[in-house]
């Protein structure tokens, strides 16, 4: 059974940094890609990185030149690190990973939603302005 277990969350004012992490078990998560999304209240859940298999990378404009999706495959992890952060990045963040079938170049990247079948609790950001 796949797990994600999300920490890193908290209370920053704006410019300030800050690093998600994503623990998985219970696959590799090096074999998949693995993605962050954020839902703000009242908003869907939108997209924020992605990581490939082959450590190919993809971001949402809005995060662009300030977050980086990265991996320790040593201790299946993957993180998020948040730099100059805005108000608007204040949301609930998520990581995820793909269903079994996404292996190598089966599936798109980045990938759709309907392929990210596993997802971990969430992790609380609120950055003060």
């Known amino acids: 059974q796949v797990q994600l277990v999300e920490s890193g969350g908290g209370l920053v004012q704006a410019g300030d940094s800050l690093r998600l992490s994503c623990a998985a078990s219970?696959?590799?998560?090096?074999?998949?890609?693995t993605v962050w999304f954020r839902q703000a209240p009242g908003r869907e859940r939108e997209f924020v990185a992605a990581i490939n298999w082959k450590e190919m990378t993809y971001y949402t404009d809005a995060v662009k030149d300030r977050f980086v999706i990265s991996r320790d495959n040593a201790k299946n992890t993957m993180y998020l690190q948040m730099n100059s952060v805005k108000a608007e990045d204040t949301a609930v963040y998520y990581c995820?990973?793909?269903?079994?079938?996404?292996?190598?170049?089966?599936?798109?990247?980045?990938?759709?939603?309907?392929?990210?079948?596993?997802w971990g609790q969430g992790t609380q950001v609120t950055v003060s302005s």
């Open positions: 219970g696959r590799t998560v090096s074999n998949y890609t």
């Open positions: 995820g990973t793909t269903r079994d079938y996404c292996t190598g170049w089966r599936c798109d990247f980045p990938p759709r939603r309907s392929d990210i079948s596993y």
